[in-house]
């Protein structure tokens, strides 16, 4: 049955609370009202409050109340009301969350998931729009998760929940309702840390993930039917840890690499994995890596802004052409 | 009355004297230890930062010592007193303080953040007040399992002006959940005096703006810390909701080995001195009957033996490998390059 992203997310959620008791849910207005995006629906008529929590506002609280009950061996699922919200438990997360198994000596875990809405391009402007997986990508002991179709929607969320560590999950927002899939019915995981090749091509690779890819699969059919390129398209789908060997394989097989992302480009997640390229694979690169990513602003408001700020379609297709011609 | 009646209640006296003993032996045992820690700092032999609670005892012992097996406590950096009434052997807890391989965190980390969750003991981390949250979750896994625990979360007045601490209050006062917060207020944060760090005196006021009761105990008397405690946990076992204690206190040494803690009073040092709670314990022992200096020196002789104990224990124990610096970030190493269908 075809069904869209975020219907995957509340599959995922419902399965797993389902399948362990010890899965509960908590944020802001995940219960009666189902999650701001619906993600959460119909979680408190099936699993009851003491298992679907609403919290006040109060993003240290709903991550460190998570870490107390996932070091007691439960396993939770905190919800991020925006992703943008999240640098409000910064100091949970990264300094709570990921130093917990290492200060314990290994005697202790934090199965915990972070679901946090992120992305651009729904006019949410400054603070409804922020891709902020960058913050988290360079901090040992967490995992980070951009999924970019139905398929992984669910698989990875089913994987985080299963995780022995705690988990940021990057749903990304424009993709809750505009991607559908049929997906098979039934219990399935994505694992953690393997990327995807969405697309085999001879020419140049791009490198991507989350809400990016699909613009990168439309660029990449432009060019093959208007210039007859032949493009390669990997996605992460796992920032941390990074599948090195897809990155370099990809690479070395094309010898071009553009690598695409929603989140700004200084500091992004981009420049760790050109980097990754430069170091290992320079001997096989026909030219130097380039990077597509959101310009060094604030996500503006105003329609023509955030256009001219984010990445999209076109701007893939003449990033392509631009290094193919290298 | 019953003979067998008299004889419980002899029993329950007995029992009480021996408890009141036990609870002395903690108070010395977590002074000398504090005072070997010291040393072996001036001596380098314990490197980093070195936090005395010297002159918190009480507070220690009176919070822990009425506390049950499967009770999560999520102590400050100052509550070694915290890991010993646990049950933290004393020996890895050196090893911790010294960076060694048999260490809580097997050399991962410093002083107290080395947590021994088999004993209901989280490490903290330095950002203080940040356990609060973390406790109230333990709290809420409580209630989820049925489990007749209870979490108890230690702050100074110093993380009390931080934000977690009030979402973590609020939070348990909604939910009423089992959760005990325990304030330490030593009136420092590190050199700041209490009047520049909050417009009222006492921290247990903010209690009622949480929905629960807040209490203030002179936390360098043990059985009046003690004995709050035990009330206090009883109900909150019982259902009753969250409740704060403020124990007013006050550090003998300065923020940490390295702060002389010039910024404070002399007088007012040695007011606080005058009120050490292990002088003040043993006077009520003797009052109680007790030959206290046999009762002091046998005290000494156990602590002293403990200590030797744990010294070598920990100077014996090696250095972890200095690969193992990548170990215990995750439970298991990433998955290998595996491919997947679609």
Known sequence: ?326 | MPEAQTKTEAGAVAHRVEYELQLYNWMKLIRAFEERVSRLHRQNKIFGGVYSGAGQEAICTGICAPLQPGDFVAPLHRDLGVFLVRGVEPGRLMAQLMGKETGLSRGKDSFLHGGDLERGVFGSTSMLGSSLPVAVGAALKFRMKRENHIAVAFFGEGASSRGDVHEAMNFAGVRKLPVLFVCENNRYAYSTPLEKQMAIEDVADRAAAYGFAGHTVSGNDLLAVFDLTERVTRRIRAGGGPELIECKTYRFHGHSEHDAALYRDKDELVQWESRDPIPLYEFYLEKRGHDIKRIREEADARTHEILQAAVEFAEQSPYPKPEEALEDLYASPPAAGRRQAR
């Open chain 1, 1 to 326: 049955m075809e069904i869209t992203y975020i219907q995957a997310i509340n599959q995922a959620l419902h399965e797993e609370m389902h399948r362990d008791e010890n899965v509960f849910v908590m944020g802001e207005d995940v219960g009666e009202l189902g999650g701001a995006f619906k993600a959460t629906e119909g979680l408190l008529a099936a699993f009851g409050e003491e298992r679907v929590i609403d919290t006040p506002i109060a993003e240290a609280l709903i991550v460190g109340a998570g870490v107390g009950a996932a070091v007691l061996g439960m396993r939770p699922v905190v919800e991020m009301q925006f992703a943008d919200f999240i640098s409000c438990a910064f100091d949970q997360i990264v300094n709570m969350a990921a130093t917990l198994r290492y200060r314990h000596g290994g005697r202790a875990s934090c199965p915990m998931v972070i679901r946090a809405p992120s992305g651009a391009g729904v006019h949410g402007a400054l603070f409804h729009s922020q891709n902020p997986e960058a913050w988290f990508t360079r901090v040992p002991g967490l995992k980070v998760v951009a999924p970019a179709t139905v398929y992984d929607a669910k698989g990875l969320l089913k994987a985080a929940v299963r995780d022995d560590d705690p988990v940021i999950y990057f749903e990304h927002k424009r993709l809750y309702r505009s991607l559908k899939d049929d997906i098979p019915e039934g219990d399935f995981v994505v694992p953690i840390g393997v990327a995807e090749l969405r697309q085999e091509g001879e020419e140049l690779s791009i490198i991507t993930y989350g809400g990016a890819l699909n613009q990168c699969l439309d660029a990449a059919r432009i060019v093959a039917k208007e210039d007859g390129l032949s493009v390669e398209v990997l996605d992460l789908r796992t920032l941390l840890p990074l599948d090195r060997e897809a990155v370099l394989k990809t690479a070395r097989k094309t010898g071009k690499v553009l690598v695409v992302h929603e989140d700004r480009l200084t500091g992004g997640f981009g420049g760790e994995v050109a980097a990754l390229i430069a170091e290992h694979a320079f001997e096989d690169l026909d030219a130097p890596v380039r990077r597509l990513a959101a310009l060094d602003a604030h996500t503006a408001f105003s329609p023509p802004l955030e256009e001219y700020i984010l990445p999209n379609t076109n701007k893939i297709v003449d990033a392509i052409r631009s290094l193919a011609a290298y």
